[in-house]
């Protein structure tokens, strides 16, 4: 039996504060409504001013760890998908593995925006499956509430913030993940963008002036590349491995707009009963979309042992990629 990378912990942390569509209905030129119709979203989690990102992937991935039914000290790697880091760096992993208080391993940060979990997911697998690590504890996680410019009503309704992270371990067995299936196309990378507070726009007050330290996003031209790129990456991990859409048990999307998954359904001819779709809850949470589904999906128990499940997203880069898992 080959080595395969088992998901053998889940664990997920939103913070307390909850933002409603009526919230923002005093904030922009919104309403409840037109969110609603255009997004799926009702409301989503905002952290306070004293948490970061290193602070919601730490609360994910203590239940993570402790789901897994292991010790801080059994991690081999530790892997943070987020594009909203606590500083430029260090990386928002290393302040996670100083959370867990573990030594003698290494850790670093992926950026594939709300891609990033399966990039992180995808990234593992290989350390596990060539049998050069055992055991890692992947997390996505963001806080784009930081980002958002809240005086924009194209971008401020859709996002959240949150963490979902998964422990990994090599097995001999059956089950875990499958294959992965990463794409990028760094020609799109204009369709959704913060522009400042790097090394092409550090900061000054020119560039805070400019509000350039804010999200920036071409949300039609994206909501169009999202539905392809998913719909293709998810036919690609079935060809792959000769099944069809009804071997999948459950779809796991990323949880930008319920519109671009019902788009998706339509296009595979799988019924949105087959997808995930937690969105009216948290907006989108970007890395933190994926992992926080998946742990929601196990929790509720609708997974058996020797199922199939897909997970899909599509994020800033452009990135996009899918992940096939027998649980
Ligand atoms: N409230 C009321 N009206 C609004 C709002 C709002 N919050 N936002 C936009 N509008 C208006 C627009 O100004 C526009 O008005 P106009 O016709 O007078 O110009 C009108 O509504 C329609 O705007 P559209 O952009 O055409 O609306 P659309 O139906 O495309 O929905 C949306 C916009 C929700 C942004 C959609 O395009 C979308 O979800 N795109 C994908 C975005 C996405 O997923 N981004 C995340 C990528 S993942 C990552 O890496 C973070």
Redesign the pocket.
Known sequence: MPIRSRIIGLGSYVPERVLTNYD?EKM????HE??LD??GISERRIASEEEATSDLAYLASQIAIRDAGIKPGDLDFIIVAT?TPDMLFPSSACLVQQKLGVQGIFAFDISA???GFIYALSVADQYIKSGIYRTGLVVGADA?SKVVDWTD???????GDGAGAAVLQADSGNSGIISTHLYSDGALWDL?YVPGGGSRNPPSEAMLGNRLQYIK?R??E??KV?VNTMSEVIKEALKCNGLTPDDIKLFIP?Q??L??IQAISKKLNVPMERFKVNLANYG?T?AASVPIALYETIREGKIEKGDYILLEA????LTWGAALIKW
Do not use: K
Not at 153 to 159: H, K, P, Q
Not at 314 to 317: D, L
């Open positions: 923002l922009v030129d919104t309403s037109w969110i255009r997004t594009v925006a709300c891609s784009f009503r194209n971008t401020c309704v859709l996002f959704l996003m949300g039609n994206t909501f999202a990323h930008a707009n519109r671009i989108n970007s599509f994020g800033a880069g």
